[in-house]
């Protein structure tokens, strides 16, 4: 096959690579910056990525695009959320936000959690071990997160089906190769995001006669510092965006973790016989496995330039967090997965302004949720290996692990 | 030096933050000998931001600020006792109760205390504080705790300005005296400074600045009850907070022949002290707020910081070079950074702002109380200082250690309305109450210095 740079974005978003994407990144990694023949401009290596994050020439608003989407957000749907908006106005709505999620405001919100997130998993435990095999994403990695995430913002479990396939329509919304009919599916994620908003926003607005803990509540009802609180489209993008990244990315980093573990029996008995190390553990997933592979959302403000390459004003820039994370670079040896890795410094959780909000969460879940699984399951094995994939490139994770154990009890 | 570098007898001088983390650095490194921390204060190490942020406060207690310990340090500790001298031939720290140490290698971390109020019978009035010591934040916290009816704060740098806010966020009354233009000017520039005192005054401070206190009154029964101005008018305050920045811990090694005096213990890029002749030497290091060091970034002047981080820094590089022959040393290069929080203002710098002519808000505005602010000398960037957007500085810091172009490409979604720069407006230190925090101070390892001895 002819290693063309220029098509390196296809061969990356090409469903076949799912399982292995590595190989591709170290090819984008010898040509620093990567024009595609689309227009785009792919970064990969760890310190241009890092120093791109804190730029703040680049913008995360995809309005600030040369070629708009085909999709106009405007019309259709709802105006972005915070993720997809630069400072000042990021800021404003992310500071809102966290007013009920954490620091300064609410500091002990996540650490209330821990007990409820134990009981969970130790719910959904007690059902997977009644059964020799069991799918780790359906049983576990998934209903976690989601019960996490809805408990936190004050949304019904019940309501769960109709909004996970918001979710999936809105997440392949995100995919940057545009496939066979990209008009077709960024307009129906549009769709999705407005019909998911109507429905967060109603809920919020319900809660306002008899506000309760959750964060919707607090949305619904907290007058904000002197700037103000959200207004009612406010509430919808940000309640739609916690709702998403609650759902669509602890659940990766729980299975990727437990199928980089059952990879590597040495790392699971050494975690089992020093639970302590689990918090290191995950931090060394986060880069080896990290379930936001990259960020497709950037556009430079001006002409910038990335070691010697020019990035035209306007163009997609994207960066392949992935890459950066393994880059030789930055980390020693860093295709080994190691669970006591020092000075690991990864990209997972972004970074610059648009760091991840909910890390301290996510950090938690999968802590805990990891810990649980190797102290529980009994002489746990793959079935396949790789597993099928989901979709997405970016929010790359498999779609099923099935696992065999030795259940409770004989 | 005899041998293995990883044995034999460390002293370290100033059991503080530099003293402390360098022991925890050269047992990380392998140093398997005998070492010895010498502070003067009684208490174990601890930590200094918090006593005019939290304590002053209230919310966390004078005596639970004690600095987190990394590692067990295996070391002989003598606490309450001061060092009185260094004889450098015999390689021996002399001490106060007639006791001495001797070393193979020393390090000196023995930092700063508080610049005294210049009269004596005035700063002995109960009433009249300095903030440098737990035992001073406990003072002043007590005190603050009665309601005293109005707090003097003299000096508006960073400490005077963090007290001027505790106060005012406990409800007290506050008046502000600075010699200078504004508060923060001469850490931070003009453009800020003017911030700060708008700020200030915003939040009830009663700022005077361009006076200086010439008097404080006291009672017969020896109790602060006011203060008269250079413009005179005068106050009733029945407390007072001398915030005129900081003296060096030199006195000590001033008969040494060390190169030591009111700006620092000069060492270079290594840690390694200087002698008076300006030649180095190998087995006396120096680090944190006592020490001063040539910078590549400003032009190899010396630097005289008094930052949290930069006794951290420097004190793992000086322990690193303890033990290690020469190829393997490494230079304390970082760039300078702080931070400090007032008025609902977190504010950080990386750089040297004062090493500027120009600055340019390249982010947000003076008007939301949230910007960055860039500085530069001569065409490229030097400094940047944030205001409640700290995330934002990162970018700056890698302008600055490439000595990237000033002012910086335009284009931040965030920019202000007129991104032109306009001159920093750094005033020189003599003309402010307060010492500067941070401080430029030429090249050579000045004889005259050490000549010069302070509060003598
Ligand atoms: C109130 C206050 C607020 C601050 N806030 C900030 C902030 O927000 N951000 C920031 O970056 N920095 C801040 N700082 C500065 C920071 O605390 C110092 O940079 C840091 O303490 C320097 O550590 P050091 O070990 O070099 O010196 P020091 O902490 O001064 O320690 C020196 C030690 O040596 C002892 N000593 C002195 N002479 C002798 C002798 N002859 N014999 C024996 N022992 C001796 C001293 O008693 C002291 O214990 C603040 C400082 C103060 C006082
Ligand atoms: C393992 C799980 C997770 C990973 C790997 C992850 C990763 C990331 C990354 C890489 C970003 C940066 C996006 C960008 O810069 O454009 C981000 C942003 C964000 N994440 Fe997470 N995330 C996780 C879990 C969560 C959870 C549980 C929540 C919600 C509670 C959450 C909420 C957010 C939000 C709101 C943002 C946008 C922040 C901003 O724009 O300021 N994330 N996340």
């Known amino acids: 096959m002819a290693a063309d740079p220029e098509t390196l974005i296809e061969r990356i978003t090409d469903y076949a690579s799912r399982p292995d994407p590595y190989p591709l990144y170290a090819e984008l990694r010898e040509h620093g910056v990567a024009r595609q023949q689309n227009g785009s401009y792919l970064v990969g290596t760890y310190h241009e990525i890092t120093a791109l994050l804190h730029d703040p020439r680049i913008s995360s608003d995809r309005r600030n695009r040369t ?19 630069d400072d000042p106005e990021h800021h404003r709505l992310r500071s809102l936000a966290m007013r009920s999620f954490g620091p300064p405001h609410n500091p002990g919100r996540i650490d209330a959690l821990h007990g409820e997130i134990t009981r969970i998993v130790q719910d959904l435990l007690a059902q997977l071990r009644t059964r020799d095999r069991i799918d780790l994403v359906d049983e576990f990695a998934y209903p976690l997160p989601v019960t996490v995430i809805c408990r936190l913002l004050g949304v019904p479990t019940e309501d769960e089906p109709t909004f996970r396939g918001w979710s999936d329509t809105i997440v392949s919304g995100l995919d940057p190769a545009r496939g066979a009919d990209p ?22 607005a319900s809660r306002r006669g008899n506000p309760g803990a959750d964060m919707l509540s607090a949305f619904a009802t907290d007058p904000g510092p002197d700037h103000g609180g959200f207004n009612q489209i406010e509430i919808m993008t940000t309640a739609v965006l916690l709702l998403i990244a609650g759902h669509e990315t602890t659940v990766n980093l729980i299975t ?28 060394e997933l986060l880069r080896y496995e990290p379930p936001v592979q990259m960020l497709p959302q950037r556009t430079p403000l001006a002409d910038i330039e ?75 094995r793959l079935v396949e290996d790789p597993p099928p994939y989901r979709r997405s490139p970016v929010l790359r994770g498999p779609r099923h692990l099935l696992i065999d154990h030795d259940r409770a009890g004989g | ?17 530099a003293g402390l983390r360098a022991a925890e650095t050269l047992r990380d490194e392998g140093f398997a000998g005998s070492l010895t921390l010498i502070g003067d204060e009684a208490q174990p190490p601890y930590d200094r931001p918090p006593l005019s942020k939290q304590v002053l406060l209230g919310r966390v207690s004078a005596g639970d600020t004690g600095l987190p310990r990394r590692r067990p340090v295996d070391a002989h500790w003598r606490l309450g006792v001061r060092a009185t001298g260094l004889d450098p031939l015999g390689k021996r720290v002399l001490l106060a109760d007639g006791t001495e140490e001797p070393y193979d290698r020393l390090l000196i971390a023995t930092g700063t205390r508080a610049r005294p109020w210049p009269n004596p019978e005035e700063a002995a009035l109960e009433g009249v504080f300095t903030l440098r010591t737990s035992g001073d934040a406990a003072g002043l916290a007590a005190r603050l705790d009665a309601g005293p009816r109005r707090v003097l704060v003299i000096g508006a740098g960073f400490t005077g300005s963090e007290i001027a806010s505790g106060c005012i966020e406990r409800g007290l009354a506050v008046t502000v005296a600075e010699r200078g233009p504004a508060p923060l000017v001469g850490a931070l520039g003009g453009t800020l400074g003017a911030l700060a005192a708008k700020l200030q005054r915003a939040h009830g401070v009663d700022l005077r600045c361009g006076v200086t206190v010439t008097a404080l009154e006291g009672d017969r029964a020896g109790r602060l009850i006011g203060a008269r101005f250079s413009d005179g008018t005068r ?26 005096g009111p700006r620092g213990v000069t060492c270079d890029a290594g840690c390694r002290a200087f002698d008076m002749y300006g030649i180095v030497t190998d087995d006396v290091f120096a680090a944190g707020d006592v020490a001063r060091f040539p910078h590549p970034l400003f032009e190899y002047q010396l630097l005289s910081l008094e930052h949290w981080g930069n006794a951290v820094a420097q004190a793992e590089v000086a322990a690193h070079n303890m033990v290690n022959p020469g190829p393997r040393r490494r230079p304390h290069l970082t760039v300078p950074a702080f931070w400090s929080s007032q008025f609902g203002l977190n504010i950080k710098s990386v750089g040297v702002p004062t090493f500027s002519d120009q600055v340019v808000i390249a982010q947000g505005s003076l008007k939301e109380l949230r910007l960055v602010a860039v500085y530069g000398y001569r065409g490229r960037v030097t400094a940047a200082v944030s205001v409640n957007q700290a995330k934002s500085l990162e970018y700056y810091q890698r302008l600055i250690e490439t000595a990237a172009p000033f002012p910086p490409a335009p284009g931040a979604a965030d920019q202000g309305e007129s991104p032109a720069p306009v001159p920093s407006d750094v005033p020189d230190p003599k003309v402010l109450s307060h010492g500067p925090t941070v401080a430029l101070t030429g090249h050579l390892p000045d004889r005259r210095l050490t000549l010069v001895q302070p509060g003598r």
């Open chain 2, 1 to 17: 030096m005899n041998g293995d570098p990883r044995d034999g007898r460390i002293v370290i001088v100033g059991a503080s933050l």
């Open chain 1, 256 to 283: 990727n973790g437990m199928l980089t573990l059952l990879r590597h029996p040495e790392a699971l008995e050494r975690l089992r016989d020093e639970p302590a190390l689990m918090p290191r553990a995950v931090e």
């Open chain 1, 67 to 85: 070629e708009p989407d085909e999709a106009g957000d405007e019309e259709q749907g709802i105006p972005p959320s915070f993720i997809g908006l």
């Open chain 1, 183 to 204: 008009t077709e599916r960024q307009r129906a994620a549009a769709d999705a995001r407005r019909a998911m908003g109507i429905y967060l926003g109603e809920l919020a």
């Open chain 1, 306 to 380: 990335i070691n010697g390459v020019t990035v035209p004003r306007g163009a997609p820039l994207i960066l392949v967090l992935a890459s950066g994370s393994r880059d030789p670079r930055r980390f020693p040896e860093p295709d080994r997965f190691d669970p006591g890795r020092e000075d690991n410094q990864h990209l997972g959780f972004g970074g610059g302004v648009h760091s991840c909000f909910g890390a301290p969460l996510a950090r938690l879940e999968t802590q805990a949720a990891l810990t649980a699984l190797i102290q529980h399951l009994d002489a746990p």
């Open chain 2, 235 to 260: 106050i009733d305050a029945d407390v007072a907070v001398v915030a005129l920045g900081a003296v060096r811990n030199t006195e000590w090694v001033a008969e040494s022949g060390i190169a030591a």
